[in-house]
Antibody, heavy 114, light 110 residues
Framework: EVQVVESGGGLVQPGGSLRLSCAAS????????MHWVRQAPGKGLVWVSHTFADDTYYGDSVKGRFTISRDNTKNTLYLQMNSLRAEDTAVYYCAREHDSFDIWGQGTMVTVSS | QAGLTQPPSVSEALGQTATLTCTGNNNNTGNQGAAWLLQYQGHPPKLLSYRNNNRPSGISERFSASRSGKTASLTITGLQPEDEADYYCSVWDSSLNAWVFGGGTKVTVL
């Protein structure tokens, strides 16, 4: 079955760091653009970042603080989040891009609070 | 960064037709096919349509997408109770070098 499963969310203090993981199965992550999209409680979807090979792009709100990467041997996508702020509180989804966002995980919740 | 404009809510009667709109600019909806996603409360989004009117396998023909100028549209015919959800449009913005989403439209079936 083609799927992605996120993990690594949790409660972190402002200014702290967290690394999210997205384990892919049923397909090779290295052959697709892979994305992180977030959704604050009760709000809409916001694109965070995507990567393919050595190309990476970031949304303005996370540029310079978040880093997307992948380990093709583990078929896993990562999102390193530093200097976290209260406004980063959201469910973070991993999504595959094949004819747009065709595969989504269940998401992992990140809460930034003291 | 600039997003896409969607009406917050649309309500139509059971069995009727609902049309959702998504307006951007010449750097996104004006030159790229938009994707449409559906999201039920507490669940991840699900792809309904991509590059204007291509449907993934398993998506009902009651969902059809189109584009005119800078506005993308999603038409839902024969509204069913299970169509009550939030709907988002999304497209690559060639000026921002970023994907942008609309704010979402909540569809209510009366």
């Amino acid at each position: 079955e083609v799927q992605v499963v996120e993990s690594g969310g949790g409660l972190v203090q402002p200014g702290g760091s967290l690394r999210l993981s997205c384990a892919a199965s049923g397909f090779s992550l290295s052959t697709y653009w892979m994305h992180w999209v977030r959704q604050a409680p009760g709000k809409g979807l916001v694109w965070v970042s995507h990567t393919f090979a050595d190309d990476t792009y970031y949304g303005d709100s996370v540029k310079g603080r978040f880093t997307i990467s992948r380990d093709n041997t583990k078929n896993t996508l990562y999102l390193q989040m530093n200097s976290l702020r209260a406004e980063d509180t959201a469910v973070y989804y991993c999504a595959r891009e094949h004819d747009s966002f065709d595969i989504w995980g269940q998401g992992t919740m990140v809460t930034v609070s003291s | 960064q600039a997003g896409l404009t969607q009406p917050p809510s649309v309500s139509e009667a059971l069995g009727q037709t609902a049309t959702l709109t998504c307006t951007g600019n010449n750097n996104n909806t004006g030159n790229q096919g938009a994707a449409w996603l559906l999201q039920y409360q507490g669940h991840p989004p699900k792809l309904l349509s991509y590059r204007n009117n291509n449907r993934p396998s398993g998506i009902s023909e009651r969902f059809s997408a189109s584009r005119s100028g800078k506005t993308a549209s999603l038409t839902i015919t024969g509204l069913q109770p299970e169509d009550e959800a939030d709907y988002y449009c999304s497209v690559w913005d060639s000026s921002l070098n970023a994907w942008v989403f609309g704010g979402g439209t909540k569809v209510t079936v009366l």
